[in-house]
Each structure stands twice: as C-alpha cells, then as structure tokens.
C-alpha cells in the first residue's frame, strides 16, 4: 500500500519576495543616489572645490535634500532587509566563487549603509559622540556604500527587470501591496516629520523637526565656545583695526540670508552690518575668530565671496543688535555658504 505523502506546507511570508524588494530597492536606489550626489556637493562646498555665490538658497537645498533623502533611506532600508531576511540566512552560506563575491558586497553594502544612516543622523540631531572625524567617516564610507551600490544592482538588474515587469508571474499582490503601501507611507511620514527643519510651509506639522521654533537657532553658543569678548575689542584687518563704534558708522547694508547648518536645519534672517568687499582689498580673505580652539575657529573666504556685495561682516540681525550667542561682536554672513563656514565672533580679516 502507498501511504499519501505529507507535504508542509511552506508559509512564505507575504513580504518576502522578490517583486517587494526590487521596488523597494528602487526607491532605495534613488535616496540613496539624491543623498551621495547631494553629500558629495556638500562636502565640495565645504571644502571649496568649485561652489557658487548664487543662487544664495542653493546650499540649502541641496543640503536639505541630503538630510531628507536621508532620512527616508531609514524606512526603506528597513524594508528591504526585511524583505530579504530570509535569503540573507540561505544555505549554503557560499556557493561558488561569483556568489561569495556577491554576498561579501552586499553585506559590506548593508554594514556601510547602517553606518552612514546612523551617523548621519546623530549628526543632524547634534550629537557627536565621534566628534571630529565625523565628516571624514561619513564621506569615506559615502564611497564604500556607493561602490558596492553599483555592484549589487549590476548584478541584480536581470532580476529586477523581470519582477518589475507587467506580466511577470511575479507581480505584486494585494498583500505585498499593502507591504509596499506601509513602506510608502512610513517613508512619507518620516519625510514630512523632519523637513520642517529647512522646509518654512512643513514647520508646523514637522513634529520631529529640531530647531523648527521659527527663531533663529543657536548652533554653537558663546559659553559652549568658551568666548569672552574683550573690553577693548578691535575687528584687526589687516595692518588697520576697527572699533565697534567706527564699525557701526561705517556705511550699512542690509541683506536677506540664510543660515543652512550641514545638519540640515536652515532659517533666513535679516542682517546688517558692513560690507567685507569694502574691509579689505581683493583676494582670499582668512577669516578668525575669538575662539580659542574648534574646528571652526578660522575659515578661509574664497574671492569670489569676499567680493561679492551680499557678503557683510555683520553687526545686527533682524533689526537688534547681534546677541552674543550669533557671533556679537560681529560675524560673518555670505550668501549660498554652509552654515559651519559662517563665522561667528570675528576678530581679524586678513587678505591672503
Ligand atoms: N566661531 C564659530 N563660528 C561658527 C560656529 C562655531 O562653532 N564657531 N558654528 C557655525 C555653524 S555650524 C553654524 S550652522 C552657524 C550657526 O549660526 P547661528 O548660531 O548664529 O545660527 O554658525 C557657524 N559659525
Ligand atoms: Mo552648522
């Protein structure tokens, strides 16, 4: 007598499957492709590689993007490991020498995708448990994930073009939709929680917006510099120096700026105070402050921005007098700069 075979049967959960992870990784494809081009415009304009004067909201844009784009990688990335959890367990952990190469990417892609959402992030939120070597970290990793970025989809393409076409057997069905759905719908809310920090209309509905009070925010103050503002004070430039009082006769410009924080946060103000262009002559202009120590301390103002009308050396903001905690005596304000370039507490100009 033969005896019915029993079968398992095999539960497969709805989610893990190939159709969801290749559009998953889609839409991962792209944050992750806005937030590399974005962070590698970052750090040129940080660095000054080749970065513009206008248009002056150009950095926080592209800034904001990074920080967006960012931020919506956290979900999806979430996602798509979920979705392929199960493959990442698979036995025979190798199977020929092709697919150890493939699994040593992804799982190098996976470990430097985690490091950068999560730095990044800690960084946004202002916190530096890694403090200086974070900028160097960040964008060297940028390299690894975008490398084995490239491999994963070289070699996944084939995949992706069959599961994401219409007649596939593979199409998504009504659960992994609401699979699909739930990543969209967390990805938006994470979006629209946080870009109220650089988006003015999304501040009031951006609960997990830092910084989005309206004021303008206090990234380093004067105490966390440890900054004493002597009594005497004189703005050295050059061979010549300034008092406060000769600095406020001089001829007054008023200009509409932006602050946009590498962190991501940005907020536009009204500044007054005098023209760097007409401080100094023409050049490179290394700007100092009274800080005694920080990365910040002494930046360099490339020409292009020393000249330009809209760059102030500036005394007073929204109409008041510049607080301590902004720069008082007078700081730096240049159009389209990254916020951490944006010297507070200047005490000489010297043209290089
Ligand atoms: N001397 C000095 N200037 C500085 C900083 C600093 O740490 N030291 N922080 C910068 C950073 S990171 C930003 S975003 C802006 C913020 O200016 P605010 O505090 O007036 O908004 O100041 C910049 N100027
Ligand atoms: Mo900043």
Redesign the pocket.
């Known amino acids: 007598m033969k005896l019915p075979v029993f079968k398992a049967p095999v539960f497969k959960a709805p989610a893990h499957h190939t159709g969801v992870t290749s559009r998953v990784g889609t839409w991962l494809g792209i944050t992750f492709g806005l937030c590399f081009v974005t962070g590698l415009l970052s750090h040129g304009a940080q660095h000054d590689w080749v970065w513009p004067t206008r248009p002056v909201d150009l950095y926080r844009v592209t800034q904001g993007v990074h920080v967006i784009s960012g931020v919506a990688s956290i979900p999806l990335l979430l996602a798509k490991l979920w979705s392929v959890y199960p493959k990442l367990f698979e036995r025979p952990l190798v199977k020929s020498v092709p697919h150890a190469l493939e699994r040593a990417s992804i799982f190098v892609l996976i470990a430097a995708s985690f490091f950068e959402l999560v730095t990044g992030l800690f960084n946004a939120a202002q916190n530096y448990p890694w403090s200086f070597y974070f900028p160097t970290a960040h964008y060297a990793v940028a390299w690894i994930v975008i490398g084995a970025l490239l491999v994963h989809v070289a070699v996944k393409i084939p995949v992706v073009r069959r599961t994401l076409e219409p007649a596939s057997e593979e199409r998504t069905i009504l659960s992994r939709r609401a699979f699909l759905r739930t990543t969209a719908l967390t990805t938006g809310v994470a979006v629209v929680a946080t870009a109220g920090v650089t988006v003015p209309w999304l501040r009031k509905i951006s609960v997990l917006a830092w910084r989005s009070d309206g004021a303008?925010?206090?990234?380093?103050t004067a105490k966390a510099?440890g900054i004493v503002v002597p009594q005497d004070w004189r703005l050295k430039v050059g061979a010549r120096s300034f008092s406060l009082a000769e600095l406020q006769a001089m001829p007054q410009t008023t200009v509409d700026l932006p602050?946009a924080?590498?962190?991501g946060w940005s907020q536009n103000a009204t500044w007054t105070g005098v023209r760097v262009s007409e401080l100094v002559g023409r050049g490179d202009v290394r700007v100092e402050?009274l800080?005694k120590d920080?990365?910040?301390?002494v930046t360099t103002l490339p020409s292009e921005f020393a000249e330009d009308p809209l760059t102030l050396l500036a005394l007073r903001l929204n109409g008041e007098e510049l607080s301590l905690?902004?720069?008082f005596p007078c700081?730096l304000i240049a159009p389209n700069r990254p916020?951490?370039l944006?010297?507070?507490?200047v005490t000489s100009l010297e043209v290089l």
């Open positions: 303008l925010p206090v990234n380093r510099a602050i924080c590498v962190e402050s800080e920080g990365l910040y301390r905690d902004h720069g700081r916020g951490v944006q010297t507070k507490w």
